[in-house]
Structures are given as structure tokens and as C-alpha cells.
């Protein structure tokens, strides 16, 4: 005997229908939060009646604010099918599975939209119409699909039930005797907590990807934070540092009554060295240097640069800093090149102009005649957003360095870019 | 074989491997193995000469220093090392509390931007805030942290008078966190500021800049000149020669 489990109605919890199905039988199979199948073989001695048993499982869902749809049938297709389609509590005595389902529609046996038109088109509407059908014509017709598809229609098995393993829930929860106020005290009692559930976490081969702590406090409210650092990890050291670092800046506004710990578990990373390639960085040790720097790259200002696809002198972009695995360098090293120390926003200049070009700049911190000079480099673009148009020049100062600055012509003002350096 | 000889075993194998890549100019830079003690294979700039003069390159777990007036070719010498570390696959650091680095220039030297962390200062100063204190403070952590090969601390643009302000141990602090590590932390400035006592001052001399052309529209600057002074009381000299990025 097999049951099913089905909810149409939003469930309060992923695990609500599996947790109902287990307190009946450890042999729970669910790929999804609806439907849950379970396998009732066993059960006889203590529930002698299939009626009493599908009531009892309906009556303890409702007790726990669910609505399922339960039924009872000696194949697991055959309680699917009427779990989906009957409302409440359906049984059906072994035997009974094919003439149960005769009269139900003929999608509720997980149909592509193609098969189920075609089969419209044949004129078969309910599965006994599709039952029916012989099931050498039907392999003729669309192959070992066919007759797969009419064993479904008579509620038959296809294959063996598999069940589900439970869901795994590292979650600890640390309750005082005393509340705790500070961040050092605190330290010690996250260690206790840290170290048994990471230690859980790898004896089942898992790593945490996020972490979630909630800390009841004595005003009554729960003071939450969840963090999810690049790589995960199950090193207690370094989460009890990022979860102290991120306390410093997000501090509790009272007194600790309790601490709860859960853990969004993820597979171990295999990784594969090489005998060639550079050691990578520790994922764990990085996200902590990262945590540490905390005020320097919580506005997205610092991080790791990139160049943006745009003609737009000086264009980038600051991103996370997360490097990835090296990738072969080119074979000839580059040439020594110098580099331009920008000015951000440019230095407002004043300019002489002689000649055609730039005979004398004035700007904040940068003044003198020019001596030798480069240009003029035009550049423009963008004129659906943010145009600009400029002339740059690159101009040797008497004395006081190289420098790049340029013309606005859209505003007609002068300005210092940058050294060159 | 036994546990005890596989890193041995290991390193030979890759010795007579990259010596191999090497013959064939298959791959002229050779990424330390898995394990090895990189403290002892200085960081190179890729100059000849500037090596020569700096016995291999910038030593790891010291203070080093580079400095001189404007356009004398700092930037453009750190972002040469940055460019050495970040194509080897290691990491590199740019403390820039100026926040004067150009990620054009950056890229166009050859670095592999994914692999620089750019820490800028804050855009406006925020009253009561020590900006250079939080620098250092950044820095230490960054040193501490053993993730990057070259941490370079840009001090040009910071005010002399607050550089004067800092406490005198303030260098030996950080010289001491660099110690024995295979990081080499590098601080760039106008003028002497300090350096370990294995570690490189480099003091830089501008010689001008290279124009091609005669004046007028066509003139183009290819690039500049100037010469490095390695070492304070006896300094042996090689000549800098940096192109137009762009």
C-alpha cells in the first residue's frame, strides 16, 4: 500500500508535507515540496483499516494548518494520479487502481504539452481511454512511450520506490542563564556554538555557504544576520571572526538572552591542484581579509577594477574582489609603461593659450610654463548621455613634472587630468 | 616513494620542466610550486638594469621605498612590479588614500586587474576621521592577512604635515608585520620616508620627457626617462626608461 501526499495550496515550509509523511513511515520519497509519496507496506498492525490510516494522516496535517489531498492505493501512480485529482481523503482497495482512474483527465499523468495534444487529436479524453488501448498498436505508434503511457493510465509502476533521505538542518540554539552585553563574551559562546555544528557539517561532507545567526535579546526582540562570504566554508575560526566582524558594524541594541546558529549547507569544493599553477588564495582567509576591510569596500568604491567598453576616457568600474584561478600569461612580458595620477574631479585649470596650444597652466597644486608639448588629441562620444568632447594635450611643466589636461569644448574650460608618472 | 620525499621528488620534476619551458620560450615566467618557500625569489620589475641594481628585484618581507619629485616614473616602476606578481598568478595590493590610480594605466602596463585589490580613500573626508591612520591600519591588515605578494602604500599626494604627524614606530610597526613573510610591502612618496633594513630605497631622478616630431599637431611624447638610485649612502644607478601607455 502506498500514499500520497498533495497540497494545491501554498505550504507554510518546504519540509511540511515530508515532516507530516514521516511521522507515519521512515519510507518517504519527495523530489519536490508537493507531492510527497510514502510507502505504507508494514503498517497493517498498527493500522488495520486504510480508511482510519488516511484520516489519521489527513487529520494531523489539518491539526498542523496544512490542506492536503491524501490518498491510499496499492501503487504509487495510482495514488499520485488521485492525490492530485480527488480533494481530501481517497482510497482505493488493491486491485481497484485502474478503475479509480479510468474516468480522471487524461494531463494528470505528467504529459508534454505535444503527447497530450496528439493524444486529444487521437480523441482520447480520460484515461481508461487510454488504458484501453492495445499496447502493441500503441508501441507501433510512438514507441516505447506507448506502452510507458498506457501502464501510467492503469496506474502501474514504472519503477522502484527510492526514498527521500531527510533534510539535513544544521541548526544549534544556546539559551543563558545570564544575558551577555559585548562582543567578547559573545566571541566564547559562538565558539561553542561554532565549533560542533561546523564539525557536523563536515562529518556529513558539507560546507556552509551562508550562516545565519539570530540573537533573542533581553528586550524581547531577535537581533538577525545572515552572511554569505564568496566561498563557503566549515572552519569555525574563520565564522566566528566574520560573524564577530559584521557584529562590530551591526551591534545588538541590548543585552544577549540567546543565540541561535543555523547553516545553509553546501557540498565540500573538490579541487583539483596543479604542479604548474600558482597556489590560490584560501577562500576562507580571503573572505575574512575582506571582512577586515569592511569600511573600505562596504560603498563599492574599493574592490578590484575593471575597464568598462567605452571610448569614455578613463572609464571603469570597481567590483568584489574575487579572483578566480590564474589564466596563462601572455609570452612576451610587456613594456614598461607610465602611468597617469589622475586628478578625481580634474583640477579646474587656467590656461594661456599661444599658438594654437597651451603656453601656461594655473591650476591647484600645478602651475608653471609649458616647455614641450603633445597634442591636440580629440575625443568625443556618448551625445545620447552625458556627451563629451575634448582636446587633450600632454604638456611638460618648466620644473614642475608631465602632465595631461585638457579642453572641455562643450563648456569651453580647461582642466588638469592627471600626471604622468 | 614516501611522504617525506614527494615535495622533493615534485620540485625537481618541476624544476627540469620549466627548465624545459624555458629552453623551448614556451613560458619565460614560472609560477612558484604548491608549498614552496617563495620568501627567498625576490619580485622582479621586468627592467634589466633596475634588477641588476636591486639584486634580483624587491626583496619579500621588508619595507622597501620608492620615491622622488613628480614624474619621475614611481607610479609607473610600481605598477612594472604589480604587473610582474599579478602575471605570475599572485595577488597584488594598491593602498591608494589619494585615490590617484588610473585603472587605464593599470591595465595598460600588463597588470591582471582581477587580481589587484584597490583599496581608495574616501571620496569626501568625513570631520574627525584619520584618514592616514586607517591606511596604515588597512595596510597591517593586509600584510597580516599573507594573501598578496606586493602591497604597495601610495603616499604621493598625502599632505608632508601629516606624514610628520605619525609616531616614529609607525614604519618599524609595519616593518615588523612584514617580517618574515612572502609579502614585499613597498611605499611610494615624494620624499625619504623609510625602509627595512634588507629592504630597497630607490630614489628616482627625472631626466625628462621623450617628444617624437616636430612641434606641431603631429608631435607625439613616447615616453620618459629617469634614473634609479638604489641604496642611501653608496647608490648604484640604472637608468628608467618608461613608453606612453596610450
Known sequence: MYGCLHSSSPLP??????????????????????????????????WPDPVALGQAILDLGRARGLDPNVALAGTRTAALVLARSHAGLTVVP??????????????????????????QRWGLRSLGDLAALPAVALSERLGPEGPRLRRRARGEDDAPFVASPAPERFELTLDLEWPVDGLEPLSFLLARVLEPLCASLVARGRRAAGLGLDLRLVDGSTHRRALRPAAPS???????????????????????????????????????FSLLDPAQPSPEKLAETMA??????????????????????????????????????????????????????????????????????????????????????????????????????????GGAGLYRIFRDRLRDAWFVEGELD | MSAALLPAAASAAKAALEELLRARRLQTEAPPLRGEDRRRVPIATGLLAVDAVL???????????????????????????????????????WVDPADRLDPVSAAAAGIDLSRLLWLRG??????????????????????????????????????????????????????????????ALLLLAAAHVAHGPGGA???????????????????????????????????RRAPLRLHACC
Open chain 1, 13 to 46: 515550509s518546504e519540509e511540511a508535507l515530508f515532516d507530516l509523511a514521516k511521522e507515519f513511515t521512515p519510507r518517504v520519497e519527495a523530489k519536490a515540496p508537493t507531492p510527497v509519496l510514502l510507502d505504507l507496506s508494514g503498517l497493517g498492525r498498527i
Open chain 1, 94 to 119: 488493491p486491485g481497484g487502481e485502474a478503475a479509480a482512474l479510468a474516468p480522471l483527465s487524461l494531463d494528470l499523468i505528467d504529459l508534454d504539452p505535444d503527447r497530450l495534444a496528439l493524444l
Open chain 1, 234 to 272: 566549515a572552519d569555525p575560526r574563520t565564522w566566528r571572526t566574520l560573524l564577530l566582524l559584521d557584529l562590530e558594524v551591526h551591534p545588538p541594541r541590548d543585552a544577549i538572552q540567546a543565540l541561535t546558529v543555523r547553516a545553509e549547507p553546501t557540498p565540500s569544493r573538490s579541487v583539483q
Open chain 1, 292 to 397: 577586515r576591510l569592511h569600511e573600505w569596500t562596504k560603498d563599492g568604491r574599493s574592490g578590484a577594477p575593471s575597464l568598462l567598453d567605452t571610448h569614455r576616457p578613463g572609464a571603469f568600474a570597481v567590483g568584489t574582489f574575487a579572483p578566480g584561478p590564474a589564466s596563462a600569461a601572455a609570452r612576451e612580458p610587456p613594456l614598461p609603461r607610465m602611468a597617469l595620477r589622475v586628478f578625481r574631479p580634474p583640477l579646474p585649470a587656467e590656461v594661456a593659450v599661444k599658438d594654437g596650444g597651451p603656453a601656461f597652466v594655473s591650476a591647484a597644486g600645478v602651475r608653471g610654463a609649458v616647455v614641450d608639448r603633445a597634442g591636440p588629441w580629440r575625443a568625443s562620444g556618448d551625445w545620447w548621455d552625458g556627451a563629451y568632447s575634448r582636446e587633450e594635450w600632454d604638456v611638460t611643466l
Open chain 2, 55 to 93: 639584486g634580483g628585484g624587491l626583496r619579500r618581507g621588508e619595507l622597501s621605498e620608492l620615491h622622488g619629485p613628480a614624474s619621475s616614473g614611481r607610479t609607473g616602476l610600481a605598477l612594472a612590479l604589480a604587473t610582474g606578481v599579478t602575471r605570475r598568478g599572485a595577488l597584488a595590493a
Open chain 2, 122 to 183: 574616501a571620496k569626501t573626508r568625513v570631520a574627525g576621521s584619520r584618514p592616514l591612520t586607517e591606511t596604515l591600519a588597512a595596510t597591517g591588515t593586509l600584510l597580516g592577512s599573507g594573501l598578496f605578494d606586493l602591497v604597495v602604500l601610495d603616499l604621493l599626494g598625502v599632505p608632508e604635515s601629516e606624514l610628520r604627524r605619525l609616531p616614529l614606530t609607525t614604519w618599524t610597526r609595519l616593518e615588523r608585520v612584514v617580517e618574515g613573510t612572502s609579502t
Open chain 2, 201 to 235: 630605497s630607490m630614489a628616482l631622478t627625472p631626466r625628462g620627457p621623450c617628444f617624437m616630431g616636430a612641434a606641431g599637431p603631429g608631435r607625439l611624447l613616447r615616453g620618459l626617462t629617469a634614473e634609479v638610485a638604489v641604496g642611501r649612502h653608496v647608490p
